[in-house]
């Protein structure tokens, strides 16, 4: 019981913040490779739209995620990770390392590189994974977001592991066909670890941030696990064509419920991650219904890469950012207000209309992004867009630690 | 049979209602009307701390000797609360919109993170552990009034 709420349990701010911080630099990459690409767009298998693939995912996702994580486990479900600090300087290297590698690797197709960034990600996921999994398994809190993320937490294992085995098979090595699915990997990373992690996540700040009615009970218990399993009966192919409708139908249900408590907030003012929020959920349900109709398309291929667009530009950058704005303040008041310093209220951290350019950037780099697939101009358009969006929450966050340190400083000034 | 719990969460939630007032007129730059709404938050959030600090937290520490942890640090929580409370009432003497909602936007989660402690860890715990549950449930009604 005591280590459920001591504060003291909870991490030093260096711990998420690494994580966080980190993933800015992948998303500027993305960006920069995007707006080189040109026509290599047209197809979601041309090394230039793989590596701003996982610069996005196993870069800007994986690593915004173990930042979340490891604040919001012990804070909100009150399962404590053993030794942050120690696992975090476990992680976070070779997280980092290995996620320059993959993209690198995939690009230039140098097998040494594919070869050393899948294992570093890998490991590096499966161990974060293993101690988060231990944790909420210790845990007597038995609340719905705990659910939701021991099941991401397995779709993350599981994602990374079939991810492994292609980058792998890429490298040159021979691995059995089995567990050689691109289809596979795709629908565990969005779904049963992106999405469910995102539901996990929507369960605790959807209220706290707007003051929204909570999510029904019944779709807090069951949504998790019904989601994993239309996942497992897509992925395997067992029921695939229908397993990838259902999960579709159920993507575009959370997000229409979100949208739906969104609407009946309490708080009347909306900010910048309020809209960052609203976009990631429209991104969604457009990709919800974008999914089901490749399905009867003569030739997918550039709407796969639409699809893509929706999913991590639309979705992941936009949701990620808006927590983004918001976690980064709030622990930088927490952990002032911890020290005895003088604090810095939200607003303070980072400038609401730093947040907004960067929100304006965003709308128009996802906008120009897709039509990218059709008219290469635009992937150009998007690229410069997407870079520049995250050079200003680069900056504005540079400004907020500023700030941070100063006030910190204040304080040992003071004693 | 009076449980702890349900009482202590359905004054969460008027609170929380309050909170929403203050915010819906100092968005509409009513700062009079903030003012008032802010008070009666403010006197809310006060009896839910007292009721706590009085009654429930010494209740639960002496039937689990758990002195100065969890409850410790729900003390410290509610300080941060009403130093963030005073900001508020500063923004509103200074009418100043961008000091009231960085002040209100840094409770709510705060509030929130607090709540969903309380209401998922402790109050179970308290309504578990605590002896003489139903006459203390009995009292933090009296306490929180008839919004329980």
Known sequence: MRELLTFEQAPPFSVPLRFLLTAIPFAMAAGLLLALSGDALATRWSRESLAITHLMTAGFMLQAMCGALMQLTPVAIGANLPRPRLLAWLVHPPMTIGGICLAAGLFLHSAPMLTAGGLAVALSALLLAAAALTSLARTPARNHSRQAMRIALVGLVFTVILGLALALARAGFELPATILSVAAHLRVGWLLWGLTLLCAASFMVVPMFQMTPAYPEHFQRWFPPLLALAVVAAASGIAAPLGDILVCALAAGYAGLTLRLQQRRRRPRTDASFAFWRIALASTMLAAALAPALGWMADPTRAEVLLGALVLLGGFDSVICAMIYKIVPFLVWLHLSRAGAPPLLMHQVIPESTMRLHLRIHAAALLFSLPAPWWPPCAAAAGLLLFAGHSVQAVGLAGGLRRYLRHRGMEQGAA | ?148
């Open chain 2, 1 to 148: 049979m009076n449980t702890i719990k349900p009482i202590m969460e359905t004054h969460h939630e008027h609170c929380d209602h309050l909170f929403a007032d203050a915010e819906h007129a100092a968005s509409a730059r009513d700062w009079n009307a903030c003012r008032v709404q802010l008070t009666r938050f403010a006197e809310a959030m006060e009896v839910h701390f007292r009721a706590e600090e009085d009654l429930l937290f010494p209740a639960f520490e002496r039937d689990t000797n758990a002195i100065g942890g969890p409850t410790e640090v729900m003390r410290t929580e509610h300080e941060q609360i009403r130093e963030l409370i005073a900001s508020l009432d500063a923004a509103v003497a200074a009418a100043s919109g961008d000091d009231f909602f960085g002040a209100s936007d840094t409770l709510a989660i705060l509030m929130e993170q607090h709540n969903r402690k309380e209401e998922g860890i402790l109050y179970p715990m308290c309504d578990d552990r605590i002896s003489d549950r139903e006459g203390l449930a009995e009292r933090l009604k009296q306490r929180v009034g008839g919004r329980a």
